[in-house]
């Protein structure tokens, strides 16, 4: 009978995993290998004239993939433009006139349907995007895992309570990441995606002029490198060069001090965890099997 009990539990335990991790198990990073074969290299080659074009775009896209992600998952969900009857997240105050490249992933999305139609969904584009322009840039490569679908929904709400704002703390931080199921090491590596890309000032104001523990006024996230992906940020965190409030506070006496000096001492460790957080950070609730949908307008549902 004891045994009969444990068994029927073992199985439950089972059900639970699989139900909780079915989603994430259903990308795959050969999803179009039949249905799309071409759908990588339309993607590299329109990011890559978009980065060449303006390097800080690279910058731009990734963010994009993280804001999505924050919120609803990786479901595409940040590209949906308002209407008279719907609420997007674009207009939320983390992304309110500070998100851009929506027209490079908009012409993605034209190059992709050129090929096959109907077949690759807005939020793939994406996650693709994000690592092609990270590549770009100088920065590490790695097989994104696609079979993601598109929200035909959007949290304004989730985008302005999800995203952690320039102004957080480190447990505030922490937090913010823990609830999409990122770990603080999570957070530092991806973090330093900071290392290309610009603020704007009203976003580091505050931190120049009432803060001691910087002594920059520079735009750029990383003011040596803006346009280049490498470990320099956490080299100004170590300089007290941190443009950003919520960067400045990876490195401030707290429990991420040695994480940020183990990246200032290798890069290659710092590109390892990145990856290992961007495909985690991927696999945040997709929409998969019959959920969602594929649009054939990154910014409206069919």
């Not at 775009?57 to 595409?76: E, N, P, T």
Request: aromatic share 8%; with cysteine; proline share 4%.
């Amino acid at each position: 009978m004891a045994a009969g009990m444990n068994a029927s539990a073992l199985c439950f335990v089972l059900l639970v995993v699989m139900a909780a991790g079915g989603a994430s198990a259903q990308l795959s990073t050969g999803f179009y290998s039949s249905s799309c074969p071409g759908a990588l290299g339309a993607v590299a080659s329109v990011v890559q004239s978009a980065v060449a074009k303006e390097p800080r775009m690279g910058a731009s896209i990734l963010r994009l993939f993280f804001h999505d992600c924050f919120v609803q998952g990786c479901d595409g969900s940040l590209l949906l433009d308002d209407t008279a009857s719907f609420q997007g997240e674009k207009t939320a105050m983390p992304n309110n006139g500070s998100v851009r490249g929506f027209e490079v992933i908009d012409a993605i999305k034209v190059a992709v349907e050129n090929i096959c139609p109907g077949v690759v969904s807005c939020a793939d584009v994406l996650a693709i995007a994000a690592r092609d322009s990270v590549v770009a840039l100088g920065g590490p490569n790695w097989a994104v895992k696609v079979g993601r679908r598109d929200s035909t929904t959007a949290s304004f709400s989730g985008a302005n309570n999800n995203i952690p704002p320039p102004t957080s703390g480190l447990a505030n931080l922490t937090s913010l990441f823990a609830a999409q199921g990122l770990s603080q090491k999570d957070m530092v590596a991806l973090s330093g995606s900071h290392t290309i890309g610009q603020a704007r000032c009203t976003n580091f104001r505050a931190h120049i002029y009432n803060e001691t523990d910087i002594d920059n006024n520079l735009a750029p996230l990383d003011l040596q490198t803006p346009t280049a992906f490498e470990n320099n940020y956490y080299k100004n965190l170590v300089a007290k060069k941190g443009l950003l409030h919520s960067d400045q506070e990876l490195f401030n006496g707290g429990a991420t001090d040695p994480l940020v000096q183990y990246y200032v001492s290798s890069q290659s460790a710092f590109f390892a965890d990145f990856v290992a957080g961007m495909i985690k950070m991927g696999d945040i609730s997709p929409l998969t099997g019959n959920n969602g949908e594929i649009r054939k307008n990154c910014r409206k549902s069919n």
